[in-house]
Nanobody, 124 residues
């Protein structure tokens, strides 16, 4: 069983930055692909970014490309999401997720474990 715990969310003004962290336990972190998703009120959960097991391959949603950076530290069992130039439309609950394979895609259904989420609110 893999447990994921997100942290780092909060309230920030438009144009500001936040760094989310997701600490994993209960499994072999270096063998999982990881992803970040978000869900705004009244909307479906959507893909934000993903990273393969080694950290060498990343992929982003068009809406965050050039502003967000996903990274991981396998020695610390942690994945990060650096969010810069935040916009009000980035407001959502952000979730990290683990896929029990080396490489994952953007599909919510492909991920096996989820964290509880952390709220990000961007004011205009």
């Amino acid at each position: 069983q893999v447990q994921l715990v997100e942290s780092g969310g909060g309230l920030v003004q438009a144009g500001g930055s936040l760094r989310l962290s997701c600490a994993a336990s209960g499994g072999t972190f270096s063998s999982y692909a990881m992803g970040w998703f978000r869900q705004a009120p009244g909307k479906e959960r959507e893909f934000v970014a993903r990273i393969d097991w080694s950290g060498s391959t990343t992929y982003y949603a068009d809406s965050v490309k050039g502003r967000f950076t996903i990274s991981r530290d396998n020695a610390k069992n942690t994945v990060y999401l650096q969010m810069n130039s935040l916009k009000p439309e980035d407001t959502a609950v952000y979730y990290c997720a683990a896929h029990l394979g080396l490489i994952a895609t953007m599909r919510v259904a492909e991920y096996d474990y989820w964290g509880q989420g952390t709220q990000v609110t961007v004011s205009s």
